[in-house]
């Protein structure tokens, strides 16, 4: 699995890999939602915690661990996703950290993005690539099941997270010879876009 950073595009949103002129605008979508990130992330990106947030994010990215990605819309920056958990012996990984404002929520921004990502992945060699959301986000679970990928079970009590909550997380995955299938469901979703993003603001 040769996984690598690029920047990768659709007709709906452009990923970039993550550099320092994302600093200040993901800084600024992270503010977007300050009551999100106690109720359904392992660790806060928000106010005061986005700078150490920010390092772990380069740290990764340095040590060849984690790639992220800022997610764009048109040039805004919206969000955030990243490839992590990379076992590259294994030919797998995780789509992770994943965020977006409120406005590019509902639409086709995350689709789109998953899409892309993805794509990439199978492409560099991956097998797998799975997905963890807390299993009391009931929205990310529903977006998993509507993206197609398949629900594998529950690590209980896998994690701690920055407030203390000791979340059980949900395991997602998609293959690699499921993703054409899972493929061709999003893009007739994606399809029934309009050119422009949809978006609830």
């Known amino acids: 699995m040769n996984l690598r950073p690029a920047v990768l595009e659709n007709r709906f949103v452009r990923l970039e890999p ?6 200040e605008p993901l800084r600024a979508a992270c503010d977007g939602d300050p009551e999100l990130w ?5 660790r806060s990106y928000g106010g005061g915690h986005f700078d150490a947030g920010w390092d772990d994010l380069v740290a990764g990215q340095s040590a060849g661990t984690r790639i ?4 764009m819309v048109e040039d805004t920056l919206v969000g955030m996703s990243s490839y992590i958990d990379i076992q590259r012996n294994n030919r797998a990984l995780e789509i992770g950290t994943t ?7 509902g639409g086709s921004v995350n689709p789109a993005a998953k899409r892309l990502l993805l794509e990439h992945a199978f ?7 799975a997905f963890k959301v807390d299993d009391r986000n009931a929205r ?15 690590l209980r009590h896998d994690m701690i997270t920055w407030t203390g909550h000791v979340r059980s ?4 995955s998609i293959l690699a010879e499921e993703w054409p299938g899972v493929r061709a469901r999003l893009d007739e979703r994606l399809a029934g876009f309009g050119v422009t993003p949809e978006t609830d603001g």
């Open 18 to 23: 993550l550099a320092d002129r994302h600093r």
């Open 38 to 42: 106690p109720a359904l992330y392992y």
């Open 68 to 71: 992220p990605f800022a997610v």
């Open 99 to 105: 965020y977006y404002q409120p406005s590019a929520r």
């Open 123 to 129: 492409a560099c060699g991956a097998n797998r690539v």
């Open 140 to 154: 990310s679970q529903a977006a998993m099941t509507k993206l197609g990928a398949t629900r594998e079970g529950v």
């Open 169 to 172: 997380s949900v395991v997602f």
